[in-house]
């Protein structure tokens, strides 16, 4: 059964850094391209960072030079380092990839 599963979400300061991971539960991992996305309340559901099998990567405007996406083909995982977080950052954040969604992980930027 293919499966992401995400972790590492919770509340941090403005300014503060927290890592997400995603588990990828499926063959070949290494072929597909993995994105993240973001929701908050209210809003659409919005693309942060995509990363290909080879690792090439593309940042929406709002998280470049904070946000750093990395993948590990050999663990079937896919991380998104977020540094320098803001109140704005502050969403569900979900996993995605080979047409699958992970179950989401909150993120809350908060003083």
């Known amino acids: 059964q293919v499966q992401l599963v995400e972790s590492g979400g919770g509340l941090v300061q403005p300014g503060g850094s927290l890592r997400l991971s995603c588990a990828a539960s499926?063959?070949?991992?290494?072929?597909?391209?993995m994105d993240w996305y973001r929701q908050a309340p209210g809003k659409q559901r919005e693309l942060v960072a995509t990363?290909?099998?080879?690792?090439?990567?593309n940042y929406a405007d709002s998280v470049k030079g904070r946000f750093t996406i990395s993948r590990d083909n050999a663990k079937n995982t896919v991380s998104l380092q977020m540094d320098s977080l803001k109140s704005e950052d502050t969403a569900v954040y979900y996993c995605h990839g080979f047409g699958h969604w992970g179950q989401g992980t909150q993120v809350t930027v908060s003083s």
């Open positions: 990363i290909t099998g080879g690792g090439s990567t």
């Open positions: 499926v063959s070949f991992f290494r072929l597909y391209v």
